[in-house]
């Protein structure tokens, strides 16, 4: 199983343009924070434009659902073959 996940992982860095990644990460990390401080901390009844939120959702669920639902599928199948 370990030997797999290090497989898949090293496929992945192979595969994968970090520098890309990391301007990416950049840009979402700005618009959050300022959704954050500006929509949520600054004020206590905003009000939230759905294309806002819907901006802001999907920075999360690409960034910590979709890959780990991924990862979970691949090693849940990988387990059932042997």
């Known amino acids: 199983m370990e030997n797999y996940l290090i497989h898949k992982f090293n496929g992945f860095m192979e595969q994968t343009n970090m520098e ?8 979402q990390n700005w618009e959050f924070k300022y ?4 929509k949520i901390m600054d004020d206590p009844c905003p009000i939230l434009i759905n294309s806002e ?5 999907l920075i999360l669920d690409k960034n910590f659902l979709i890959p780990i ?3 979970c599928k ?3 199948s990988h387990e059932s073959k042997n």
């Open 53 to 57: 939120i819907d901006k802001v959702l």
């Open 69 to 71: 639902v991924g990862l």
């Open 20 to 27: 890309k990644i990391d301007t990416v990460w950049l840009i």
């Open 35 to 38: 959704f954050w401080k500006n």
């Open 74 to 76: 691949e090693v849940k």
